[in-house]
C-alpha cells in the first residue's frame, strides 16, 4: 500500500470533523475520530468469525462456563465480540444508536473494551446522540474499508499515526511525543539488531522487546517485523509502557489484533510506576520526548535514589528537572540482562536524544555523572548523528545512542562516534518541522558504516573515514581542577571607605562604632602597603580619639573588607601561614583525565599567571561528549578580493535596476 491510499483512508476517518463542527471544538475532534477508528478496524478484523463467535457466546448465554477461552479461539485473537450487531446495523436504527452502540462496545472481550475505555469513549457516545449526531458518525465509518487484507497491520500503523498527527496539530499538543518518523525507526532497529543477524536466525530464537515511551507502538512494530523477517520462525515478545492514553489504546489494540499479548503494554508513567518492574529484555529502544521536566514525579524518582541507591535505577545521579531525558536512559540499563560467565545474555539497547545529554552538567552534576557511570562501565558503543528537521516536533539535531553490556571484543573500551548528518534527501511536502527524510541508501549507508566503523576510522583512505571516529572511554573523561590565585591587597582611608565602614554590619554592632568612625576620619586619603602598617596607623588613631581598639577575628576581618582594596601589586594575604585565595581571580579548567595536573598547571597556566595554585580537595571528575567538536571542519573566510568583487556587481545591478525605473 502507497503513502496516497494511507493518506486517502486517514482523508475519510478525518471528513467525519466537517460533522462535528460546530458542535465539538477543533482540538476535541481527535476524541471521537481515533475510537471510531480503533472500533471499525476490530471490527473489520472480527469479521469473517463474527457470526460464529456469536453463536457461540449465545450457547453459553445462562452457562455457569466461562466461554472466553472458546469465544478465542473461534475469532483467531486475543479479543472478540459476542454480540451480532454491527455499526452498520447500529447506525440503521438512528432512534436506539445510542443503546445499541453501548451495547455493542460492551459485548467486547474484557481487553478490547479496555482500550476504548481509555478514550472516554462512553461519554463521546453521550454528546454525540445528545448533538443528535451518533448515527451520522456512525455512518461515515461503515464506509471506512480497514479488513486485514485491504489495510495490513503494518499500514494501520500509518493511518494511526497520520490521524494523530493531525489531531495533535488542531489542539497544540506536540506529535512527536506519540511517535517517531518510520525510516527514522527503521535506522534504529537496523543498527541495533545488526550484530546479532547471525543468533537471531537460529532455530527457536525468542527475543523480548521493550519501549518504555512506546507511543502507538511504532518502534515495537518495527522490531517485530526486523527479526520475523530474518527469522520468520522466531517468537518476538514485546513490551510497552505510555502514558497518553490514546497512544495507549491505539498501540494495545495493535498488539491485539498481531496476536501480541496486550497486558505487555502497561499505562502510566514508567518512572513513577514501572509496568515492568523486575524484567529485562533482550532488545530495548525508545524516543522519549525532548526536554520534557520530571517535577510531577521529583518525589518518587528522588526517594529512589536515595533509599535504593545502586541498588535501584537512578542510583548513578539525578538530571536537572527541565530534561528527564538520562532517567529514561537509567531506567532502561536497569533492564538489561546479565551477561553470562561464558559471554551469553546481555542486552542491546537504543535512545533517541537532542544533544543535551552529550555535554549538559558540570564535573560532579547528575548529568555528568550518569555519563561517567556509563562509560566506565563500558556500556556506550557509538553514537549516530542524524540530519536535522527529521522529526515531526523539532527541528533541531539529534542523535542515536546505542548501548549494550555485552561487547565484541573489538569494541571493547571503545566508543564509535558516527557523522550522518549529510544523510538525507528533501521531502516532497513537509510535516511540522520534518522536512527532510531518510532514503533506504541512506539507511542502508549508515548501518554498514557503523558495522564497519574500527575498519573505516583507521583507514585513512577510505572515502567515508571523515565521519567515523572511535575513542577510548577514557577520552571522554576530564579533571574539573581549581586555579587559586593569593588575594593581594593595599590598605586605604577614602570617602568610599568610612562609607563602606558605616555599612558594615559587623562593625556597626560594636558600641564604638561612631568612635571608629572619627578617628579614622583623621587618615583620609592615607594608603598603606602592608596590612601590618596600617593596624598599628588605625590603632594609633583610635588610641588618641580616647577610643578602644576592638578585638576578634570577626571585627578584624569586617576592617579589612573595608580598607582593603585588591591590587595587582598588593601585599599577599595569609591564612594560617598559607596563601589566601582571591575568590574574584578564581578560575577552572578542564584537564583531560590522565594526565598531571601539575605538568597542566606549569605548561599552560604559570607562563601567565606564576603565582597560581591548584586546591586539590576541590578537584571533580566529569565526563562529557563533545560531538560536534570532533567533527569540526575549519572553512577559512572567503578571499576580501572575491568579496569586493561580488559587492561591485551587486552594486552594478542595482545601478542598472534604478536606471530602468527613472526612464
Request: proline share 2%; glycine share 6%; no cysteine.
Given at each position: 500500500m502507497n503513502s496516497s491510499k494511507h493518506t486517502e483512508l486517514a482523508n475519510h476517518a478525518w471528513s467525519v470533523a466537517d460533522l462535528l463542527r460546530g458542535d465539538?471544538?477543533?482540538?476535541?475532534?481527535?476524541?471521537?475520530?481515533l475510537p471510531f477508528t480503533v472500533l471499525r478496524r476490530l471490527e473489520c478484523v472480527l469479521e469473517p468469525t463474527r457470526e460464529k463467535v456469536a453463536e457461540i457466546a449465545e450457547q453459553y448465554k445462562d452457562s455457569?462456563?466461562?466461554?472466553?477461552?472458546?469465544?478465542?479461539?473461534?475469532?483467531?485473537?486475543?479479543?472478540?465480540?459476542r454480540s451480532s450487531l454491527t455499526l452498520k446495523k447500529i447506525a440503521a436504527d438512528p432512534q436506539n444508536a445510542a443503546k445499541n452502540l453501548a451495547v455493542y462496545v460492551g459485548a467486547f472481550s474484557d481487553n478490547a473494551r479496555g482500550v476504548l475505555d481509555r478514550f472516554e469513549f462512553a461519554q463521546q457516545i453521550k454528546r454525540l446522540d445528545t448533538a443528535g449526531l451518533l448515527y451520522q458518525v456512525i455512518g461515515k465509518f461503515t464506509d471506512l474499508d480497514l479488513r486485514p487484507e485491504v489495510v495490513p497491520n503494518h499500514n494501520m500503523g500509518y493511518i494511526f499515526e497520520e490521524l494523530i498527527r493531525r489531531f495533535a496539530e488542531q489542539s497544540n499538543e506536540t506529535a512527536g511525543e506519540h511517535f517517531t518518523p518510520r525510516e527514522v525507526i527503521q535506522l534504529m532497529v537496523r543498527l541495533l539488531v545488526a550484530p546479532d543477524g547471525d543468533a537471531l536466525q537460529l532455530p527457536g530464537a525468542v527475543r523480548t522487546v521493550l519501549d518504555p515511551a512506546c507511543g502507538t507502538g511504532g518502534m515495537l512494530s518495527a522490531?517485530?517485523?526486523?527479526?520475523?523477517?530474518?527469522n520468520p520462525d522466531a517468537t518476538v515478545e514485546v513490551y510497552g509502557q505510555e502514558l497518553n492514553p490514546e497512544s495507549w489504546a491505539i498501540c494495545r489494540s495493535d498488539l491485539m489484533i498481531k496476536g501480541q499479548d496486550p497486558e505487555n503494554i502497561a499505562f502510566g508513567n514508567s518512572f513513577s510506576d514501572d509496568g515492568h518492574a523486575r524484567k529485562t529484555f533482550d532488545y530495548m529502544l525508545a524516543n522519549p520526548p525532548f526536554g520534557v521536566e520530571w517535577k510531577k514525579v521529583k518525589d518518587e524518582v528522588e526517594?529512589?535514589?536515595?533509599?535504593l541507591g545502586e541498588a535501584g535505577r537512578f542510583g548513578a545521579g539525578l538530571p536537572r528537572i527541565n530534561d528527564g531525558s538520562l532517567l529514561f536512559?537509567?531506567?532502561?540499563i536497569s533492564k538489561m540482562k546479565p551477561v553470562d560467565v561464558d559471554g551469553g545474555g546481555g542486552s542491546r539497547l537504543a535512545i533517541v536524544f537532542n544533544g543535551s545529554p552529550l555535554f549538559t552538567g558540570a564535573a560532579g552534576s547528575?548529568?555528568?555523572?550518569?555519563?561517567?557511570?556509563?562509560?566506565?562501565?563500558?556500556w556506550l558503543e557509538g553514537i549516530v548523528a542524524l540530519p536535522d528537521q527529521l522529526f515531526y516536533n523539532t527541528g533541531i539535531s539529534t542523535y542515536f545512542w546505542i548501548l549494550t553490556n555485552r561487547k565484541s571484543p573489538d569494541h571493547k573500551g571503545k566508543v564509535v562516534l558516527l557523522d550522518a548528518r549529510d544523510q538525507w534527501q528533501k521531502m516532497r511536502k513537509s510535516l511540522g518541522d520534518k522536512r527532510k527524510?531518510?532514503?533506504?541508501?541512506?539507511?542502508?549507508?549508515?548501518?554498514?558504516?557503523?558495522?564497519?566503523?574500527?575498519a573505516v576510522a583507521g583507514d585513512a583512505e577510505h572515502p567515508l573515514h571523515g565521519k567515523v571516529k572511535v575513542f577510548r572511554n577514557e577520552d571522554f573523561g576530564y579533571q574539573r581542577i581549581t586555579v587559586e590565585r593569593p588575594l593581594k591587597l593595599r590598605f586605604e582611608v577614602t570617602e568610599e571607605t568610612l562609607a563602606a565602614l558605616e555599612a558594615s554590619k559587623p562593625i556597626q554592632k560594636l558600641s564604638q562604632a561612631p568612635a571608629l568612625a572619627d578617628a579614622f576620619k583623621s587618615l583620609m586619603g592615607t594608603s598603606w602597603a602592608t596590612k601590618q602598617e596600617a593596624w598599628l596607623a588605625l590603632k594609633d588613631a583610635v588610641v588618641q580619639a580616647g577610643g578602644t581598639w576592638p578585638t576578634g577575628a570577626p571585627f578584624n576581618k569586617a576592617l579589612r573588607e573595608v580598607i582593603g582594596v585588591r591590587d595587582p601589586e598588593g601585599e599577599v594575604q595569609h591564612v594560617k601561614g598559607d596563601p589566601e585565595p582571591d575568590a574574584e581571580l578564581r578560575d577552572y579548567e578542564n584537564v583531560p583525565l590522565g594526565e598531571d595536573v601539575e605538568e597542566y598547571l606549569a605548561q599552560e597556566v604559570h607562563p601567565h599567571v606564576p603565582d597560581a595554585w591548584i586546591d586539590h580537595s576541590k578537584t571533580k571528575i566529569g565526563y562529557e561528549i563533545p560531538f560536534t567538536r570532533h567533527f569540526y571542519v575549519y572553512e577559512p573566510p572567503r578571499?576580501?578580493?572575491?568579496i569586493d568583487a561580488e559587492l561591485k556587481a551587486l552594486e552594478a545591478e542595482i545601478q542598472g535596476l534604478l536606471g530602468e525605473v527613472t526612464e
Open positions: 465539538y471544538k477543533q482540538s476535541d475532534y481527535g476524541k471521537v475520530i455457569d462456563i466461562d466461554p472466553d477461552r472458546f469465544l478465542r479461539r473461534t475469532s483467531g485473537h486475543s479479543f472478540y465480540n522490531m517485530d517485523d526486523l527479526i520475523t523477517d530474518l526517594a529512589e535514589h536515595k533509599q536512559l537509567q531506567h532502561m547528575g548529568e555528568s555523572e550518569i555519563r561517567r557511570w556509563i562509560l566506565e562501565n563500558d527524510e531518510l532514503g533506504k541508501d541512506h539507511i542502508a549507508t549508515i548501518v554498514k558504516l557503523y558495522g564497519e566503523a574500527l578571499p576580501l578580493a572575491e
